[in-house]
């Protein structure tokens, strides 16, 4: 029965771009581009599904479902380095704007972090769903709420990377048995120092102890925060050194009342994965905690310190395609020792579009001209793009492709 639904689902499809393609009009790489003006620079008033506050503190229940506007000043230094997903960024690049929509889970934790007594230990949340339902783009949106309010941020934009991607990775000279990634501790300061350029030169984030690097290479208490960053970037081979020595510096700090912190990982179950695609040089494969980044990362989102929250996301594609759980939920995706390590945290569930976000959506994409056709505009294409997408963002992201 299965088998035959989505059969059925997959000539639908077919035939719903067939009748589409007849009359769709693409503008190729020869043709010269027009920039559209955007309705939001226009004298009229705004279109029901774009909202009048950019403001993500200004956000609330009267505004769910409408797309708002990320200056593209906020951007550069927020989302240089990643943050949001590829395939929407591209999709942003082609409307000359970067809109998100604004979802019930990110305005959740937001109104949670609003009422948050930051004198008691760090709040954690944990984003789940099934794939394709938004949690890096909610995760983008708490990352832009943290910044506007000045939250010191600590933003793993996919983990992941680190265990499937290594850049390079070699033996640790002070940590018998543990692996290095050098070159990947190196990109993430710098993802760290763009993100929070604005709040380094407060003399409040001094250093609170010294860190000896080496025999000649000292930072001293006192020190501002940044040097610890400088340090990293510029001396390679003491990069993941500087990571934990950052993070605890920044734990202390919080206490302090010197800053607040913003913790967000995404793909934060790969901490807890059994291999990597990191090996020694015998050819064994290795698991996330012989990778000295790993521990700096599970050390801040303990409950040992206050002034701050943490948000994580648990995902099934962080996981190696044969590993895969087949679920979406945190006790599944993180296993017994994640899940301990966790617990207690607030669970948040990101979903597929209601009726009212989906329509919102699909009069996104025609504004922004994604989506030319007659056909996919009226209702019964309306009708069509839900049942073929089953209204999941990312699905139909796709599936308005060809339209």
């Not at 993941?240 to 913003?262: F, G, M, P, W, Y």
């Not at 995902?315 to 006790?331: C, G, I, M």
């Amino acid at each position: 029965m299965i088998g035959k639904s989505v059969f059925r689902a997959l000539n639908g499809r077919q035939e719903f771009v067939k009748r589409c393609s007849k009359i769709v009009i693409r503008a190729s790489s020869t043709v010269p581009q027009m920039s559209l003006p955007l309705s939001s620079e226009n004298s009229n008033p705004l279109p029901f599904f774009r909202s009048k506050q950019n403001s993500p503190s200004l956000h609330g229940s009267n505004n769910s479902g409408q797309f708002y506007t990320i200056d593209p000043s906020i951007k550069k230094q927020l989302f240089l380095y990643g943050g949001i997903p590829k395939t929407y960024d591209d999709l942003c690049k082609t409307f000359k704007e970067t809109c998100m929509m604004i979802r019930e889970p990110a305005l959740e934790i937001m109104d949670y972090m609003k009422s948050t007594n930051f004198n008691n230990a760090a709040t954690r949340y944990c984003l789940y769903g099934k794939i394709g339902t938004g949690k890096s783009m909610t995760m983008a949106h708490l990352l832009h709420y943290g910044f506007e309010n000045n939250f010191v941020i600590v933003h793993v934009p996919w983990a992941p990377y680190w265990y499937k991607f290594p850049k390079e990775y070699s033996d640790c000279p002070t940590k018998e048995g543990m692996v290095d990634l050098p070159l990947d501790a190196v990109a993430w300061l710098i993802h760290f120092k763009n993100q929070n350029s604005h709040l380094l030169a407060d003399p409040k984030l001094s250093v609170c102890q010294d860190w000896e690097w080496s025999k000649r290479e000292i930072t001293k208490k006192g020190a501002p925060l940044a040097e610890i960053v400088e340090m990293g970037i510029n001396r390679v081979k003491h990069s993941t050194n500087c990571i934990e020595a950052l993070l605890q510096e920044l734990k202390q700090l919080s206490d302090l009342k010197r800053c607040k912190t913003l913790v967000v990982i995404d793909g934060f179950n790969i901490f807890f994965s059994d291999k990597t695609k990191i090996k020694t040089a015998a050819f064994e494969k290795i698991p996330p905690k012989r990778v000295t980044i790993t521990s700096p990362f599970v050390d801040i989102t303990k409950q040992d310190w206050s002034n701050g929250a943490v948000i994580v996301s648990v995902d099934d594609l962080a996981f190696f395609r044969k590993d895969e759980r087949n679920t979406h939920y945190p006790r599944g995706l993180l296993g017994a020792e994640g899940f301990e390590h966790l617990d207690p945290f607030i669970p948040i569930e990101t979903k597929n579009y209601s009726e009212k976000e989906f329509h919102y959506c699909i009069e996104y994409f025609l504004d922004r001209r994604w989506i030319i056709n007659p056909h996919a505009a009226s209702e019964e294409g309306r009708k069509e793009l839900a049942f073929l997408s089953n209204c999941n963002p990312f699905n139909l992201l796709k599936v308005t492709a060809p339209l």
